[in-house]
């Protein structure tokens, strides 16, 4: 049993020359000192050493006693997928977790807190004058503790992310490396650079002094910065940026820790870590101790019972001879200690033992972190090990590119979450769990696990065009089917034609089924548009491989996470999450082809093949478009269809030479194809000439014109850079009920010369038709006219027309009971009034905008008085300009149409006899077929809950 001590007399002056922290480079104003050892001659005895407390000296490293050496198992690896990865404004310093928050302290003073469940941007403060060393939480959770390089130690209230407090001691301590709070004592307890410990309860009859006092931190001087230089005069050093934070301007009442709370000398060096012990001893499960650890090598224990009479009083004492002591976790006795020698010691506090010895390398322990069956190492090197209970080595791998500075840990459902950060900038999510899953549908309902199955999903390279991807394509479909097997569907693998991709049909019936049980038919694709990359790494236009899922910045980036994979396991796992429930309320097919980038050859005939075996349809459901902007959920009721078509002139000669053949008379095919191209468009090049091509044409109804009225009302409040409400009103009318011709490319044959004249020119061109024209009748009459002006030329040259591909308009019932649906449960799910359980303050959380991370590899943190949802830059005409805060951003979706075409849509509800509706899950800057293809992680998980809901109310 430890006894409990009275603590003697300290005295004796504290070395001037402390040894540098290694953990990250000094604040400005503190010079960089090399390490000294702790034995030095020069170093003072440690003035505690009068106590009679215990003392463990611990073995050189190179003795054998109790040392573990890293295990060479096959479980063992250098590499891991993050579940996900943030780039931080600055080095991150501190990490603490409040359920579904995550605050970060950086690198420059500020906190900046992050969803866990999207990994998005909430609130950034700028909470410190220099960087942020710490930070921790109450014990109820209601009140965040930070800590930096600016002797300050700040509390903050959790739900608004206002500063309550503001403490700092009479004394110069230097940087404050952590902190506590004792919920028992109402106190809070923190360690300092000038290796004393200090205290101070918190209460609201705490005395209260003015930040200008002379020894406020920011206003006393510093004994060697601030000193007068020749003839007298004070040299004042600005801060870089200009401005100087203040006590003040934060908010919060300031205290000054009474000098009665100020222990000196309670080490020989920087007091690196300081924890509260609560239930370490057996006999009192609630008893609190406060443990502190040194770059002096010691680990001591102190009592708080008698903290207005006594102070601390030292209990125990562990010494590390030769080493620093960077970082410290304990669990139920057990305390770890992570050593500037590459080695963590486990001690048992019932019996005062150093029980193991765990030789880690890879630098120094800068973090060490313990849960239920794990322990986790973090190096200055960057390496993550962890061990298991027993003390043997069973991971290993690079977690940072750089230095590990701080570890958290949190809990999801079914999994552990462990959380790291250091001087690369990155915060990185690592799946904790001790044990993988055994299987698929044993852990469906888990977000991480759709994160893992979109990855394999997307590492397949699925594109129909290319012919040396056919292995993956089959790969993918069967990883589609096995998901769908696992899940409780029936499935089958129907083959449209010799060289075209398999389409999956795959059935999940009601939990319930009933007479009036409808059934949803799901279309979807898995085939891609190819990526390209320069291969020589000198231009890199993806951040990395395209077909590698890359989870960063609340994104993820990948060919096809948004066109149309991400879309579809989503789907797959909202129908697979209520078959688990048992309250799917109706069927539910997929039907999802592997060729619908390459035109959806072979589809319709294998539909109708197979239309007995997929039976009755009452609604047909796709996610294969987008919003309008970034931040408004959409639902589509329209696109406009497309007839794709190739116009070839050719002559019977072979190239011939400009001066020696060429002569007015004579019709050149090229210069054919060129009147054949501007007869289709007019004189102004606006208006397709094909007659009747616009009598067809629906006329502008009043209700049409009030629907784009109220999207763009809709929009205004986010987007400033809409000046003209009318015109912006008339381009989407353009893009969505209007049609247009689009001519692509023309080709020749490679010239030999400059002065070849070709045998054969060719035009690839498009036209988007809208409802009310059919795509047969447009084809037809482009065929026709296109054959008529030819012969007015009375060329000696043959003309071919030919339609490569077509599809109808589609416009759907947006009254229809699907589309009902889809909007009651997309306002349930995106309601910005539920957006998050923590809605900080406007007054004082400066939400941040997030750069694009395909432009930037860090947040630009902007400070601004109201609470916003992150812009982003877009890929569609809306620039980003604006943002949306809680109050105006609207509650219901927007209804809209698009102007590209989707074969498959319109020839499904004609087949089937059944209303289709279209939902997107991705945002306007999703670059959908372009460089860095990306879907936000909020829009997949509320995707997958938007469809959930549909699914078991329809």
């Not at 407090?165 to 902190?179: A, Q």
């Not at 001591?300 to 030292?314: C, R, T, Y």
């Not at 020696?660 to 468009?681: C, F, N, R, Y």
């Not at 997309?826 to 539920?834: G, M």
């Amino acid at each position: 049993m430890l006894v409990r001590l009275n603590m003697c007399q300290i005295g004796g002056e504290l070395e001037t020359q402390l040894p540098s922290r290694p953990l990250d480079s000094l604040p400005p104003r503190l010079p960089k000192l090399e390490p000294r050892s702790s034995n030095s001659s020069s170093t003072p005895s440690d003035s505690t050493d009068s106590l009679c407390s215990v003392h463990v000296d611990l073995p050189n490293r190179d003795d054998s006693i109790g040392v573990n050496e890293p295990t060479s198992s096959s479980t063992s690896k250098s590499s891991k997928n993050p579940i996900h990865r943030i780039n931080a404004p600055g080095s991150v310093q501190a990490l603490v977790v409040d359920d579904d928050v995550l605050f970060v302290g950086v690198q420059g003073g500020s906190i900046t807190a992050w969803s866990l469940e999207t990994y998005e941007l909430l609130a950034t403060v700028p909470a410190h004058k220099e960087s942020v060393l710490s930070l921790a939480l109450s014990e109820d959770r209601s009140l965040l503790f930070s800590t930096g390089a600016d002797s300050i130690v700040n509390v903050w209230s959790t739900d608004t992310l206002q500063r309550v407090y503001s403490l700092y001691s009479p004394f110069e301590i230097g940087d404050i490396f952590g902190v506590v709070h004792s919920i028992k004592k109402q106190t809070l307890f923190w360690g300092a650079q000038n290796a004393s410990i200090q205290w101070q309860k918190i209460s609201t009859d705490a005395n209260i002094t003015s930040p200008n006092l002379p020894f406020a931190p920011g206003s006393r001087k510093h004994r060697f910065f601030d000193s007068l230089g020749p003839g007298g005069a004070a040299n004042v050093i600005a801060d870089e940026d200009g401005t100087s934070l203040t006590l003040s301007s934060q908010g919060g009442r300031v205290l000054t820790a009474p000098s009665r709370n100020y222990l000196p000398y309670a080490h020989k060096s920087y007091i690196y870590c300081i924890l509260l012990g609560k239930g370490l001893f057996n006999h009192d499960k609630d008893d609190e101790v406060l443990i502190t650890a040194s770059g002096d090598g010691a680990i001591k224990l102190w009592s708080i019972d008698a903290l207005p009479s006594e102070g601390l009083v030292l209990l125990t004492k562990f010494k590390n001879t030769g080493s620093n002591v960077l970082s410290l976790s304990f669990r139920g006795s057990f305390l770890y200690a992570g050593l500037s020698d590459g080695t963590a010691n486990i001690y048992n506090l019932a019996s005062n033992q150093l029980v193991q010895r765990l030789s880690i390398g890879h630098g120094d322990v800068t973090q060490i972190l313990v849960n239920t069956d794990s322990i986790f190492c973090g190096t200055s090197q960057g390496r993550l090990k962890r061990y298991n209970d027993h003390f043997t080595e069973t991971e290993c791998w690079q977690a940072a590119n750089g230095k590990i500075l701080a570890m958290s840990q949190t809990t999801t459902p079914g999994h552990d979450i462990l959380i790291t950060g250091g001087n690369d900038r990155l915060i990185s999510f690592w799946d904790a769990d001790a044990h993988s899953h055994t299987s698929i549908a044993s852990s469906v309902r888990s977000n991480d696990e759709l994160v893992n199955a979109l990855r394999e999903f997307v590492s397949y390279r699925t594109v129909a065009l290319n012919h040396s991807c056919v292995r993956d394509c089959h790969d993918a479909v069967t990883f589609l089917r096995k998901q769908c097997n696992a899940f409780g569907a029936t499935t089958d693998l129907v083959s449209a034609q010799e060289g075209i991709n398999p389409i999956l049909l795959a059935k999940f019936p009601a939990s319930n089924p009933s007479k009036s049980t409808k059934t949803v038919l799901f279309y979807g694709h898995y085939d891609v548009v190819d990526a390209e990359t320069d291969s020589s790494g000198a231009n890199p236009t993806w951040q990395g491989d395209p077909f590698s899922l890359q989870p960063l910045n609340g994104y993820l980036y990948g060919r096809g996470v948004t066109d149309n994979k991400g879309p579809i396991l989503a789907a797959i796992y909202a129908v697979a999450d209520l078959v688990q429930q048992k309250t799917l309320s109706c069927n539910v097919t997929f039907l999802l082809e592997g060729d619908e980038e390459a035109g959806s050859r072979g589809f319709r005939q294998a539909v109708q093949a197979m239309h007995d075996s997929i039976g009755h349809v009452d609604f047909i459901l796709l996610s294969n478009s987008y919003w309008l902007d970034d931040h408004i959920p959409c639902l589509t009721f329209g696109m406009r269809g497309v007839i794709h078509a190739s116009v070839t002139v050719s002559s019977n000669r072979p190239d011939l030479h400009s001066g020696m053949d060429g002569k007015s008379v004579q019709h050149e095919p090229l210069k054919d194809l060129t009147i054949l191209l501007a007869s289709l468009i007019g004189p102004t090049g606006t208006k397709v000439s094909i007659p009747e091509f616009y009598d067809s044409v629906d006329d502008l109804s009043e209700n049409e014109m009030k629907s784009y009225a109220d999207i763009t009302s809709a929009l205004l409040p986010g987007h400033p850079e809409i000046k003209n409400e009318k015109a912006f009103a008339l381009s989407l009318m353009q893009r969505w009920r209007f049609p247009n011709l689009t001519v692509h490319r023309i080709e020749v044959p490679e010239a030999k010369t400059a002065v070849t004249i070709s045998g054969s020119a060719k035009a690839m061109l498009s036209i988007r038709i809208v409802p009310s024209q059919t795509a047969e009748q447009i084809a037809k009459s482009l065929t026709t006219y296109l054959q008529d002006q030819f012969t007015k030329l009375q060329s000696s040259n043959t003309l071919n027309v030919a339609i490569t591909s077509k599809a109808d308009p589609w416009l759907g019932n947006i009254k229809s009971d699907m589309y009902s649906a889809l909007k009651e449960a997309v306002v349930d799910v995106w309601n910005p009034n539920t957006h998050s359980s923590h809605r900080f303050s406007p007054d004082t959380a400066a939400t941040s905008a997030i750069t694009d991370a395909a432009s930037t590899n860090a947040p630009s943190p902007s400070a601004s008085t109201t609470a916003k949802r992150s812009s982003h830059r877009r890929a569609s005409s809306l620039a980003s300009a604006g943002t949306f805060t809680s109050t105006n951003l609207p509650r219901e979706p927007i209804f809209i149409r698009e102007g590209g075409s989707i074969p498959a849509i319109s020839f499904l509800e004609h087949e089937f006899h059944a209303p289709a509706a279209m939902f997107p899950m991705g945002q306007a800057s999703d670059n959908a077929h372009l460089d860095n293809e990306r879907i936000r992680v909020e829009n997949l998980w509320k995707g997958r809950d938007v469809l959930k809901r549909v699914f078991s109310r329809l």
